[in-house]
């Protein structure tokens, strides 16, 4: 009887020993999502009907303008993350988009996998590409979408110390494989909920997609606005 005394009084320490490490580790958890270090934002508050279409953009030209006067004829500032190498080859396109009120976020430069770098190789992707941004904008560059979605600690202690959100997103319209605009309009509206950040790419089906994508989120009461605006950043 008095071993198995033991052994229940031993059992229940252990218990209290993984709560207390786990709300410790909950609660350093928390610093860190409030640091920035280690956190990427999936999505904005839940209070306020927000949306946000970002494109990220490594490859052409052609749809950028088609895209942008959509945009305008709604009305709707949205958030382009763009690769330092497009940016170099296409400095008027990364002018036009920010002369007309779009945020321009940072997508790396050689569209590398972040994951695999370095914290050095992952500044040699960052640095450069924000330079050349804010030089050709005009703008604060705040904002870092990985490429491909590839995270790793090295790259968040590079965007942290370059004081960099780091942007995912809630929901994945996948318009650079599918090229059917009505796929592209559904992922992007479907359950549609206050705060999602919707990946995109400037592709035709993505164009073809864009009025009814914005006339759903009018009809819906959301408002499309910047990444910025709606994690609260700008």
Not at 70 to 86: C, E, H, Q, R
Not at 172 to 179: E, S
Request: aromatic letters at 8%; proline letters at 3%; a negative charge.
């Amino acid at each position: 009887m008095q071993k198995k005394s033991v052994i229940i009084a031993n059992a229940a320490a252990v218990t209290v020993i993984a709560v207390v490490i786990t709300v410790l580790a909950l609660n350093g958890a928390g610093a860190m999502e409030a640091s920035g270090k280690n956190y990427a934002v999936y999505r904005g508050s839940a209070d306020n009907p927000y949306v946000s279409l970002m494109f990220n953009v490594y490859w052409g030209t052609e749809y950028i303008d088609g895209i942008l006067e959509v945009l305008n004829a709604y009305d709707v500032k949205t958030t382009f993350f763009i690769g330092g190498s497009w940016a170099a080859k296409n400095n008027s396109a990364v002018k036009k988009i920010a002369a007309a009120g779009h945020e321009i976020g940072s997508h790396g430069y050689n569209h590398k996998d972040a994951e695999q770098l370095s914290y050095e190789r992952n500044l040699d992707e960052m640095v450069p590409a924000e330079k050349l941004l804010e030089e050709l904008t005009g703008q604060q560059i705040s904002l870092f979408a990985p490429p491909s979605g590839s995270v790793g600690d090295a790259m968040f202690t590079a965007a942290e110390e370059l004081g960099y959100s780091v942007i995912m997103w809630s929901r994945d319209t996948v318009d650079w494989r599918d090229k059917n605009p009505d796929l592209v309009f559904t992922r992007a509206t479907s359950d549609i909920r206050n705060g999602e950040l919707i990946l995109m790419h400037p592709t035709a089906h993505t164009l073809e997609a864009l009025p009814r994508i914005l006339d759903c989120y009018t009809s819906s009461g959301f408002k499309a606005v910047p990444v910025g605006v709606n994690i609260g950043t700008a």
